[in-house]
């Protein structure tokens, strides 16, 4: 199956950002989710810098989680608009992937 475009994954995702992570509740069991805040630093879409959001995720891989999030790391984060994230989005430890297009997308869509 062929990934979907970066312009096809920005349209349909709610919230995009950069942010670092400031705390996190971990799960009460391995395959449960675990929640984590993020403050805002670049905005892409659907939030502003400086918001603090709640993002929920799993540790397993093979249930797309996206690890272990430790707190002051920094992500790119593609969010759902029921708060969830996973390895199965775009979001990554490496903020500046796709940084330009990001940006350039942002400005078309505001």
């Known amino acids: 199956m062929q990934r979907s475009t970066l312009e096809d994954d920005f349209?349909?995702?709610?919230?995009?950002?950069?942010?670092?992570?400031?705390?996190?509740?971990?799960?009460?069991s391995p395959y449960n989710s675990y929640e984590f805040t993020v403050e805002v630093e670049e905005a892409f879409k659907g939030t502003s810098v400086g918001a603090q959001i709640k993002v929920r995720t799993w540790e397993q891989g093979s249930m797309c989680g996206i690890g272990v999030v430790s707190v002051d790391s920094r992500w790119q984060i593609w969010?759902?608009?029921n708060g969830v994230t996973s390895l199965c989005t775009r979001t990554t430890l490496d903020i500046n992937r796709d940084r330009l297009a990001l940006q350039a997308l942002a400005k078309h869509s505001s």
């Open 11 to 28: 349209a349909r995702t709610p919230t995009i950002f950069v942010g670092r992570v400031i705390h996190k509740i971990p799960p009460t």
């Open 79 to 81: 969010l759902s608009e």
